[in-house]
C-alpha cells in the first residue's frame, strides 16, 4: 500500500515561496493520480491540486491558479508542489494523497493519505 510523506513546509514571509514534496514508499506512484490539499484549523479540508498518473493532466483550485505548480517526477517517486507569491490565507496544514483512478475533485475520493506539514505565511 502507498505511504505518502510530505514534506517541504515551513515559515515564510507574504510573497515568499515553498517547494513541498511527496515522497511515496510502499509502491510506485506511477499507478496514481496525486492531490495536494490543505486544512486550516476549524476549516474543511480542500482539494488545492491534482495531477493524473502519467503527469499529463493537471487541475487547480481557481484561488492558487497561476501561484502554484504540481508536477511529479515519477524515477524520483515523488510529486511536487512549487508555491509561489504566498498569503497569510494559505497557512495550512498541506496533505498529498493518492486515487487509483485518476483525479477527483472529491476530497474523500482519495485514500492513502500523509501526515501532512505545516505551512505558515507571516504578514
Known amino acids: 500500500q502507498l505511504h505518502p510523506v510530505e514534506s517541504g513546509g515551513g515559515l515564510v514571509q507574504l510573497g515568499g515561496s515553498l517547494r513541498l514534496s511527496c515522497a511515496a514508499s510502499g509502491s510506485t506512484l506511477d499507478y496514481y493520480a496525486i492531490g495536494w490539499f490543505r486544512q486550516a484549523p476549524g476549516e474543511e479540508r480542500e482539494r488545492i491540486s491534482c495531477i493524473t498518473n502519467s503527469g499529463g493532466s493537471a487541475n487547480y483550485l481557481n484561488s492558487v491558479q497561476g501561484r502554484f505548480t504540481i508536477a511529479r517526477d515519477n524515477a524520483k517517486n515523488t510529486v511536487y508542489l512549487q508555491m509561489n507569491s504566498l498569503k497569510p490565507e494559505y497557512t495550512a496544514v498541506y496533505y498529498c494523497?493518492?486515487?487509483?483512478?485518476?483525479?477527483?475533485?472529491?476530497?474523500?475520493?482519495?485514500?492513502?493519505w500523509g501526515q501532512g506539514t505545516q505551512v505558515t505565511v507571516s504578514s
Open positions: 494523497a493518492a486515487r487509483n483512478y485518476g483525479c477527483s475533485q472529491i476530497v474523500r475520493n482519495f485514500n492513502s
